[in-house]
């Protein structure tokens, strides 16, 4: 192995890989699912029953699924993106070493809130 | 696109992430409440039609996103997919404008 890959291989085994790698990830399917919800919303403009018939649609138990991965990227997006404006905007501090974890903490247990509340 | 430009794309990011940061959380919380029991077209609307409160949030949050999600789309196709220069600029701001649009368009159908 030259001392490149090695030296790629390193940095890419680092968390702090893999949480640029799930920033970019769940910035790009949250783009993607936008126009999706602003169109469902704007079911509404057509009145209350247009709505309310897409949202049994959203009963089904595969859209839940799929809902609660939103959930668990919008969290995760979120708490990635604070932790990188607390990177970037406050002075060093020993903890920001833990802010992976917690980061990752954080977009779980919301996640599992709205799992636990929509089934 | 000069420096000058990207250090203002930069700071559109940061800012417009920070006001992101503040409507997810209350985006997040309103989601978890109101699904505990079962999404309604009623219960939706009762919140949001004529609540100029809930309008102002939700057209902040439209406006935020419409900033945010544009820069980070061309930060990923120009350095992972390679695609450079005015065209790229045109086309995310194109995202940018549609984004806006048809945001404002969800939040005046849950309002009006």
Request: aromatic share 10%.
């Amino acid at each position: 192995m030259s001392a490149a890959m090695r030296n790629d291989y390193r940095a890419r085994s680092h968390p702090a890989y893999w949480a640029f790698i799930v920033h970019r990830i769940s910035g790009l399917l949250l783009s993607l699912f936008l126009p999706l919800h602003f169109w469902a919303l704007g079911q509404a403009l057509q009145g209350e029953a247009a709505l309310e018939s897409f949202l049994r649609w959203t009963d089904s138990p595969l859209v839940k699924l799929a809902e609660t991965a939103i959930v668990l990227l919008l969290a995760a997006h979120m708490a990635g993106g604070v932790r990188l404006l607390m990177l970037e905007f406050l002075a060093w501090r020993d903890w920001q070493k833990s802010l992976l974890a917690v980061a990752a903490g954080a977009s779980l247990a919301a996640g599992l809130a709205f799992l636990l509340n929509v089934v | 696109m000069n420096v000058r430009n990207l250090v203002l794309l930069w700071a559109a990011q940061r800012y417009s992430a920070m006001v992101l940061a503040l409507c997810v959380l209350v985006h997040l919380a309103t989601m978890i409440y109101a699904v505990r029991s079962g999404l309604s077209a009623e219960e939706i609307l009762g919140r949001t039609r004529g609540n100029a409160g809930w309008a102002a949030f939700y057209a902040l949050f439209v406006a935020a996103v419409a900033v945010h999600a544009p820069i980070g789309l061309r930060n990923i196709l120009s350095e992972t997919l390679g695609w450079r220069g005015r065209s790229l600029d045109v086309a995310v701001a194109a995202v940018g404008i549609a984004l806006a649009l048809w945001g404002l368009r969800a939040v005046w159908a849950v309002y009006a």
